[in-house]
T-cell receptor
C-alpha cells in the first residue's frame, strides 16, 4: 500500500528566509507526486507535480521540488518565503498508469511565517 | 473557466439524519473524486467516478455513497450520520487521461453533525 510521510507537523520561518518541507513516500511502482497548498477554509491548490523526466520540478508561486528516488523523497523548497505563503501544505502520491485518480495524502505541514 | 463548485458550503445535521452534497466539475472534466478531510484522519479518498461509473472506492462504510450524472456532475450521500462524519468534504475533478493525476479541488462542503 502506498503511504506518504510529512515529518514536520508545524514549521515557523521568518519572512524572506528559505523553506524546505519534507516528504517521504512509499510506493511499489512508479509514483506520481504532488504538492498541494490549502489556505484556511479553502480547497487544495496544486503547487507542482512530478511524473517523469527532470527530477527538479518548478511550480507556481516560486516553489520547486526535487524527486529523489533513492531516498523516496519529494521535498518542497522556496528560496524566500512571503507572508502570504502561510498555509498548510500537503504532499501526495498517486499510481501512475492505472487510470485511477485516488491520491494518498500526507498529514500536512502547517507553515507559519513571522514578520 | 469556472472551477469546481461544491454546494452547500456549510451545513449542520443531527445524528441519524442523511445528507447529500453536490459537486459540479470543471467544464470538460469527466472524472470526479471525493475526499474527506478531518483533523484526526487527514485527507482520505472516498470514491472516484468517471462516465457515471464508480472506478475506485476508499475504505469507508456503506453509509457513504455517490453517483455521477451524464453531465459529469456528482453527488455524494451519507446516511445515518454519526458525530465522526463531521468533516470537510472535498470534491475534485480531472481530465481522464491515464498518465496524469492532477486534481482540481473545490472549496469543500463543511459538514457538522450534532
Amino acid at each position: 500500500a502506498q503511504s506518504v510521510t510529512q515529518p514536520d507537523i508545524h514549521i515557523t520561518v521568518s519572512e524572506g528566509a528559505s523553506l524546505e518541507l519534507r516528504c517521504n513516500y512509499s510506493y511499489g511502482a512508479t509514483p506520481y507526486l504532488f504538492w498541494y497548498v490549502q489556505s484556511p477554509g479553502q480547497g487544495l491548490q496544486l503547487l507542482l507535480k512530478y511524473f517523469s523526466g527532470d527530477t527538479l520540478v518548478q511550480g507556481i508561486k516560486g516553489f520547486e521540488a526535487e524527486f529523489k528516488r533513492s531516498q523516496s523523497s519529494f521535498n518542497l523548497r522556496k528560496p524566500s518565503v512571503h507572508w502570504s505563503d502561510a498555509a498548510e501544505y500537503f504532499c501526495a502520491v498517486g499510481a501512475l498508469g492505472t487510470g485511477r485518480r485516488a491520491l494518498t495524502f500526507g498529514s500536512g505541514t502547517r507553515l507559519q511565517v513571522q514578520p | 473557466k469556472a472551477g469546481v463548485t461544491q454546494t452547500p458550503r456549510y451545513l449542520i445535521k443531527t445524528r441519524g439524519q442523511q445528507v447529500t452534497l453536490s459537486c459540479s466539475p470543471i467544464s470538460g472534466h469527466r472524472s470526479v473524486s471525493w475526499y474527506q478531510q478531518t483533523p484526526g484522519q487527514g485527507l482520505q479518498f472516498l470514491f472516484e467516478y468517471f462516465s457515471e461509473t464508480q472506478r475506485n472506492k476508499g475504505n469507508f462504510p456503506g453509509r457513504f455513497s455517490g453517483r455521477q450524472f451524464s453531465n459529469s456532475r456528482s453527488e455524494m450521500n451519507v446516511s445515518t450520520l454519526e458525530l465522526g462524519d463531521s468533516a470537510l468534504y472535498l470534491c475534485a475533478s480531472s481530465l481522464p487521461r491515464e498518465n496524469t493525476g492532477e486534481l482540481f479541488f473545490g472549496e469543500g462542503s463543511r459538514l457538522t453533525v450534532l
